[in-house]
């Protein structure tokens, strides 16, 4: 593959409903890292893999939000009954075994009416 | 609690010039720190980090414990610089790369 793909690349939901975003790394990198980028914010860690188990979860803002990685590689990020403040650009990132984020992907854009 | 300030949301210079693109952090362990670049259209991605000690594309960043600061330099800026250039901290000791940006500054490369 050409690198980190995410999808969808545009969501638009309302307010309450669940969304899922997914993450495809980039072949072989077994870390994976979730970040979001809100209007006027940097960039804030979210939740890392490392495999398929996440040791560190410690940025995931509330309990609505949920991610798992499945096979080592895909991974899917769910948000539940969504707010208007999850509108975001939600970034993936893969890695070499454990090091920082390395490559992102081109993000999903999340608004939420 | 750490933090990344890059004072700097935009930096215009002179193809042939020097850049500094300036990051200072507030962290009281053991920071790993690191500069990322997001070109126009193009994904972020990794520059570099201060335990490689290495240049990349011309560009150096020396970690200063003493000023708290991790400048990003290059002695003659290019075209193809002109980018969003983001710089990050971890604890290096955490075992999970959970990075702290500061904002970002916005390098403009004048021909």
């Known amino acids: 593959g050409a690198g980190v793909s995410q999808s969808p690349s545009n969501k638009v939901t309302e307010k309450g409903k669940d969304v899922e975003l997914r993450c495809d790394p980039i072949s072989g990198h077994t870390a994976l890292y979730w970040y979001r980028q809100s209007l006027g914010q940097g960039l804030e860690f979210l939740i890392y893999f490392q495999g398929n188990s996440a040791p560190d979860k410690s940025g995931l803002p509330s309990d609505r939000f949920s991610a798992e990685r499945t096979g080592g590689s895909v991974s899917t990020l769910t948000i539940q009954r969504t707010q208007q403040e999850d509108s975001a650009v939600y970034l993936c990132a893969s890695s070499l075994e454990g090091g920082p984020p390395q490559f992102f992907g081109p993000g999903t854009r999340l608004t939420v009416l | 609690a750490q933090r990344v300030t890059q004072p700097e949301k935009l930096l215009s210079v002179f193809k042939g010039a020097p850049v500094e693109l300036k990051c200072n952090y507030s962290?009281?362990?053991?920071?790993?720190l690191f500069w990322y670049v997001q070109y126009s259209r193009q994904r972020l991605q990794l520059l570099l980090r201060?335990?490689s000690r290495e240049s990349i594309k011309g560009f150096t960043a020396d970690l200063n414990k003493g000023e708290t600061s991790f400048h990003l330099k290059k002695p003659f800026a290019q075209e193809e610089d002109s980018a969003m250039y983001y710089c990050a901290l971890s604890d290096s000791g955490a075992g999970s790369y959970q990075l702290t940006f500061g904002k970002g500054t916005k390098l403009s490369v004048i021909p």
């Open positions: 962290y009281s362990g053991s920071p790993e």
């Open positions: 201060h335990i």
